[in-house]
């Protein structure tokens, strides 16, 4: 549901450091989200095997990064190869919905069986689209060629494995995508020299793996309690989505909470939590955390991946 804006701050580091730069709107984004409706899986997958494509004869070395199903369409195309023009050196995946939080995506489609006789019954969630960066209305239908995507990657402990440098950036309190299973892929799929950034409250905490970055995900005097799955890619300057941003999320109490929702979008930045969504540790309302506190930083380990993997 997002649109190329999600990779501007992170194309416009690179551009800076004399990378050739694109960003791509996968087929039934950044439109209307009625266009999210008919599109397939398959769909999604021609569109990136095109734009990794066009960069055949045009650049030395070519490094894909995606965000969420971008992420995951990333690690399609690098396990199946044999269509590409040029394979990429390394990968840089933001939250990769590789394995998603829900377990009932089988039946996301299920709604065409009566739909045609209810059409609100295609939509997951129903909202009055003011973001323009993104969709806020969300169709069945989406959820459903998501949920067939990450049956590509078979197990994620087990299955083929992933030879190009994998750097991947998620919070373990991640509601879209499941953390756990991206680091089972991580831990048994990936190259020696691949590297996870993992925001989490217990950066302390010591991995098996010591390709694992742990870096704190509670910024107390931002009211920050954790990161969201929108939270990787943007710094706090930015405009939209940053700290003083001029758009709010808490789209999370919309369907079921009114009231809720109301006085989230209301409140003031001192009266209320940042973060994923509401859990037991939030001491009052919560709005979706949109921007990383820790972006420079983030943005630094990213390049010195790329420096390591570059020889």
């Known amino acids: 549901s997002d649109s190329p804006f999600q990779m501007h701050e992170i194309g416009k580091y690179f551009k800076a450091k004399c990378f050739l730069v694109r960003a791509m709107s996968l087929p039934g984004h950044s439109t209307v989200p009625g266009d999210l409706l008919e599109i397939s899986y398959q769909d999604w997958i021609a569109a990136t095997r095109y734009g990794i494509n066009s960069f055949s004869g045009k650049v030395e070395n070519l490094y894909v990064a995606g965000f969420s199903t971008g992420g995951a369409l990333a690690v399609y ?57 993104r969709y806020e209305s969300f169709p069945k239908n989406a959820a459903d060629q998501i949920h067939l995507l990450t049956k590509q990657f078979g197990n ?62 509670a910024y107390p005097q931002d009211n920050i309690v954790n990161f969201a799955h929108m939270s990787m890619l943007l710094p706090p300057t930015n405009a939209h989505y940053g700290k003083q941003g001029d758009y709010i999320n808490c789209l999370h109490y919309l369907c079921k909470e009114q009231e809720k929702f109301k006085h989230c979008q209301a409140a003031t930045q001192t009266e209320i939590q940042y973060g994923a969504k509401p859990d037991s540790e939030a001491k009052t309302l919560v709005r979706r955390l949109l921007y990383n506190p820790d972006f420079t930083n983030m943005v630094a380990r990213i390049d010195t991946f790329l420096s390591q993997i570059a020889n």
Do not use: C
């Open 77 to 133: 195309h690098s396990l199946n190869s044999a269509n590409l023009k040029i394979i990429p050196k390394g990968l840089i995946l933001f939250a990769p919905a590789l394995k998603l939080q829900t377990t009932v995506g089988w039946l996301a489609n299920w709604h065409k069986i009566y739909s045609w006789f209810w059409p609100k019954g295609k939509w997951l969630e129903v909202a009055e689209d003011v973001d323009y960066a």
């Open 156 to 217: 994620l402990k087990t299955g083929p494995q992933l030879s190009i440098p994998t750097f991947i950036v998620i919070s373990e309190n991640d509601m879209t995508v499941n953390p756990q299973g991206v680091l089972d892929f991580f831990k048994h799929r990936t190259t020696p020299t691949s590297q996870f950034l993992l925001y989490t409250k217990n950066p302390e905490m010591t991995d098996d793996d010591d390709r694992i970055q742990r870096v704190q995900s």
